[in-house]
């Protein structure tokens, strides 16, 4: 026992350790993107700052060209910012890379999110660094276009620059630090909510077969229980034969059976009891001591799961005058009974009550 814990300790070591490096390096990653988070806030005020004083040192309308500025300033920061969203957004895993494998999702069945808004993303990344580095000869048209804002070219390449960088920043970072969470949060809320959705399913369906199956052996019960009555109303042997055999392979299927079907088997043993001593057979014979050996261990066993089968059981072995239900009373002769097997047995009925007791 201390070798097996031993070598289980041994195995889950490494994916231990492996546990405590990953969360190691999430933490250490959160901490510095909340760092650049800050340290790109505290850029785009020191950059604010910079604009209005510069712009207050220039003479003109200081008030127009510093609220011209930062139109330019925040504008340059939300397309930055806009870059680094896209650059920032967390992908879903691949329907199946290079190597061929697939992912943990498709090979337990579950649900890939929707990537529609990732691949939008990264065609939209594509288009603007294409277009981009495309264009990257002619990045000075901006400072021309904007100069009338801020006063000259350079001011303007300079605000462009400092704060589309500074909004790249802030984008990836945002979008890594909290937007990424979220969409976890989302898709494994949904995800559990999906899992325990189909584990409730599955109890019902598995409710459902139990139920069915409970229904089915009832109806085969049954079922199995009127072929065996009407079999000892039919012709002899045939009659008896049909009842034993069906009734005795149902109780291959299922031993705990049912008082009727120990009954009409005890019933259709006498019969067939009856029928061989018709037919000149012996009652020391050992089929003849099989045969009322099987009469009465049906016969106790229905009378063990409904002690009214103990006086139906008195009934067919001492019938009335006339009566039709006389399968046991073959076994009132003396000669047919010699070792008073069911004698004993009806004696013993006699001194045991012949319905349920009340609690």
Not at 46 to 53: R, W
Not at 184 to 194: I, K
């Amino acid at each position: 026992m201390d070798e097996r814990q031993e070598q289980s300790s041994r195995e889950t070591r490494p994916a231990l350790k492996q546990r405590v490096l990953e969360t190691d390096f999430r933490l250490k990653l959160r901490f510095a993107l909340k760092r650049l988070l800050i340290a790109t806030l505290v850029a785009w005020l020191f950059g604010g700052a910079v604009l209005t004083i510069s712009a207050a040192c220039r003479p003109g309308p200081t008030i127009d060209v510093v609220v011209n500025s930062l139109l330019v300033a925040g504008a340059a920061f939300v397309m930055g910012g806009f870059i680094g969203f896209l650059c920032g957004l967390p992908m879903s895993p691949k329907s199946g890379g290079e190597s061929g494998k697939s992912t943990t999702d498709e090979q337990s069945g579950g649900l890939r999110p929707n990537d529609v808004l990732q691949q939008i993303s990264e065609w939209l990344l594509k288009i603007l660094l294409g277009a981009g580095l495309t264009q990257l000869g002619n990045v000075t048209l901006i400072g021309d276009y904007l100069k009338e804002l801020t006063g000259n070219a350079p001011a303007a390449m300079v605000i462009v620059s400092y704060f589309s960088i500074a909004g790249v920043f802030f984008g990836y970072a945002m979008t890594t630090l909290y937007l990424a969470e979220l969409f976890n949060a989302v898709h494994n809320s949904l995800y559990r909510g999906l899992q325990q959705q189909i584990k409730r399913q599955e109890r019902v369906i598995v409710q459902a077969e139990a139920l069915k199956q409970t229904v089915e052996v009832k109806y085969q019960k049954n079922e199995v229980e009127y072929v065996i009555f009407r079999s000892l109303y039919e012709p002899q042997p045939e009659g008896f034969e049909l009842a034993i055999r069906r009734g005795e392979e149902y109780l291959k299927q299922d031993p705990i059976g049912s008082a009727d079907i120990f009954g009409h088997l005890a019933c259709a043993y006498g019969q067939k009891y009856g029928w061989k001593l018709k037919q000149n057979a012996k009652p020391g014979d050992a089929e003849m001591k099989t045969i009322l050996s099987k009469a009465v261990e049906y016969g106790r066993k229905a009378k063990d799961l409904d002690p009214e089968w103990g006086q139906l059981l008195q009934d067919v072995y001492k019938p009335n005058k006339n009566a039709i239900d006389n399968d046991w009373e073959t076994f009132k002769i003396k000669a047919n009974d010699p070792d008073k097997i069911v004698a004993n047995f009806i004696k013993e009925l006699l001194t045991t009550p012949t319905s349920p007791p009340k609690k």
